[in-house]
């Protein structure tokens, strides 16, 4: 174990090498940040301190990230007992009272003319991909990924692996270096065929070419509240554990045991009737300007 003071010399290109062998490409972003920026609390108690007075969700991230760096460098031991020295400690969100702060500030009531809004002040494979989330209940860097991987696969006449056309269904499973990750999961979407044609051939997107656009214009913050509103509007026709189910919160062993039964279709009947006046509303926003003759 290094003494408290002493610093590691840390190879960053092989940590973030390491870091993308086990996160997804946003996740290990977050962590490289964090991590080079407060890299010092690993060895220094003083800035170890400093960290208590972040907000505790600031506090767990970066904690995380420290947690990942100290077991890189093989410093962990130590991290722990700076940890314990200066009474740092890991502390959960309370989701639950986050989630009636949200109900009571109703923050996603206007979050569909925020989008249509959005559509008009960014190009369309962006608009594309907010739209796709809207519709899907995928998050942003997922439904970036679906996006791409249906352009690509429908390039090479290959959509079919992907896109089973009887049950109008995504099987982002199939492809679990993009979509399964550590606890985040993507496992099938529910897309009408119109949604998928809508955004078949667009240009490709790189999820942090997005994120840096709208970011820049305040924007993305909002993004992720598309998500929200998906399983608000889903309430309306399905039971919380089928929600779950197709936002990908539930482990691997429960996802096979309900896959591919016979309820898969009532189930894509219950979700595409649930998304159908959306859909309504927000594919015309794709579809060019229509000119007039002169």
């Known amino acids: 174990m290094l003494k408290q ?7 960053w290109d092989e ?14 972003y977050a962590v490289m940040s964090y991590a080079q920026k407060y890299h010092e609390a690993i060895w220094q108690p003083a800035k170890a301190a400093a960290l208590l007075a972040m907000t505790p969700d600031t506090r767990r991230y970066v904690m995380e990230s420290l947690a990942a760096l100290s077991k890189f460098t093989g410093t962990y031991e130590q991290w722990q007992a700076i940890k314990k020295q200066t009474g740092l ?7 639950s009272v ?22 008009t002040k960014v190009s369309r494979k962006f608009s594309a991909v907010l739209i796709f ?5 995928l998050r942003p860097s997922e439904a970036c990924n679906a996006v791409n991987l249906i352009t690509e696969l429908h390039q090479k006449g290959q959509l079919s692996e992907y896109y089973d056309e009887e049950l109008n269904l995504l099987l982002h499973f199939k492809y679990p ?19 998928i044609q809508a955004v078949i051939g667009g240009e490709p997107v790189h999820y942090y070419g997005m994120y840096t656009m709208l970011n820049k214009q305040h924007l993305f913050v909002r993004a992720n509240q598309l998500r929200k509103n998906y399983a608000t509007m889903m309430r309306k026709s399905l039971e919380r554990e089928m929600i779950d189910l197709v936002q990908g919160r539930v482990d691997g062993s429960v996802f096979v045991r309900h896959y591919y039964r016979p309820l898969i279709k009532e189930l894509r009947d219950r979700v595409l009737a649930g998304t159908a006046e959306l859909e309504k509303e927000l594919l015309p926003l794709l579809e060019p300007p229509t000119r007039l003759s002169s």
């Not at 109900?103 to 003319?113: G, T, W």
Request: aromatic fraction near 10%; proline fraction near 4%.
């Open 98 to 119: 986050n989630l009636v702060k949200a109900l009571l500030n109703d923050e996603i009531a206007d979050i569909i003319p925020w989008l249509k809004d959005v559509t």
């Open 15 to 28: 940590f973030h090498t390491w870091l993308a062998a086990q996160y997804s490409s946003k996740h290990t």
């Open 177 to 195: 270096a993009i979509f399964l990750r550590r606890c985040k999961n993507a496992y099938i979407s529910f897309a009408s065929p119109s949604l």
């Open 89 to 95: 400690k890991w502390q959960s969100s309370n989701k």
């Open 133 to 137: 989330a809207a519709l899907t209940g």
């Open 5 to 11: 003071g002493s610093a590691p010399e840390v190879q």
